[in-house]
């Protein structure tokens, strides 16, 4: 397919960076809005919802794990100082699944002082108990306010993907200043509230919005090919297929859509990431088969400049960036 242009991809690693190459079919970006008006459309109504989790983590640790999440949030959001534990690895492995399934857990929880004892787990807090109450509420009401904004009706998953993916990358800015010795301070929670982070900080605020929004996600990572830099982005199941998300990479262009809906070969083109390294919910455990992203059917918008939603046609318009023509794109896709 010619190209009009053809950059150089320079987004190594998890750095955010100023340019983004041609991939399997299209190169780099710069502006996009959503349109959300017009009559007699159905008004999404959202609640916070306290228990969400990713389904493949019961492939990891079993299905009992979605009800001990699940009174591990609780704990939480009361909280409460006790709670039923089998061991002290099923805390950690509960702590792990937190920073995409309840990244406000790395915030509160304090993990030195947090201690499992026959079948009880003692939880110990960083804030005081003065506090804990205010830091629940404004988390809660600072995830609610994104979605609310960025998902304002009812429609296909994708869509509300890719609204969200489009909020994450407007309000969040790389964090440049990152450093090795910040490592054990990564949090979803940091991207959530403080609109800032690394890769693994803003894949976990994407996929938590995914999960509120009832789309089933899970953080996917690799080593770039010279094996100099790591990356993290989102991997999504949508219309019951994988697709590759990277809200990261989307911060340097948070009008386009070059970095959603991706397949293996096109996020492979993106940051040289070799398929065949892929890393799926951090685990190795996983039949790599089954998250094999082949379909194309979002290969309208790698080249997307800029697009807009128009909910009452339910279409959306598309301007490329190698030409600037303009094209529209029905949903549900074709």
Avoid at 263 to 291: I, K, M, S, V, W
């Amino acid at each position: 397919m010619g190209l009009a242009l053809a950059l150089a991809l320079t987004m190594a690693g998890c750095a955010g960076g100023e340019t983004a190459g041609a991939g399997e079919d299209g190169p780099r970006a710069q502006a996009s809005v959503t349109e959300t008006e017009g009559p007699a459309l159905e008004k999404l109504s959202y609640t916070f919802d306290p228990h969400v989790i990713s389904r493949e983590y019961a492939l990891i640790y079993g299905e009992e794990i979605e009800g001990e999440f699940f009174s591990f949030c609780d704990a939480i959001l009361s909280g409460s100082r006790t709670m039923p534990c089998g061991s002290r690895e099923r805390l950690f492995q509960m702590l792990e699944i937190s920073d995409t399934c309840f990244p406000l857990a790395a915030e509160v929880i304090d993990k030195e002082n947090t201690r499992v004892e026959k079948g009880v787990c003692y939880l110990a807090y960083l804030p005081e108990e003065s506090e804990l109450p205010a830091i629940l509420s404004q988390f809660q009401e600072k995830v609610t306010a994104v979605i609310t904004a960025a998902v304002p009706y009812e429609a296909p998953d994708f869509i509300k993907a890719m609204e969200l993916y489009t909020a994450v990358a407007r309000k969040d800015s790389y964090d440049q200043g990152y450093t090795l010795d910040d490592s054990l301070n990564i949090k979803s929670y940091r991207a959530i509230m403080e609109d800032t982070g690394i890769c693994q900080e803003i894949t976990g605020e994407y996929i938590y919005y995914l999960l509120q929004a009832g789309i089933d996600a899970i953080p996917c990572s690799a080593l770039n090919r010279d094996q100099s830099e790591a990356h993290v982005w989102a991997l999504v199941r949508l219309n019951g297929n994988w697709y590759h998300v990277d809200p990261t990479y989307a911060t340097a262009y948070p009008h386009s859509l070059f970095f959603f809906g991706m397949n293996d070969t096109q996020r492979e083109y993106y940051g040289d990431l070799p398929a065949e390294q892929f890393t799926y919910a951090n685990t190795d455990e996983l039949d790599r088969e089954q998250f094999r992203a082949e379909d194309r059917s979002f290969v309208d918008f790698w080249l997307a400049e800029t697009y807009q939603i128009h909910h009452r046609d339910r279409e959306i318009s598309v301007r490329e960036v190698n030409t600037g023509e303009e094209h529209t794109v029905p949903y549900p896709l074709p």
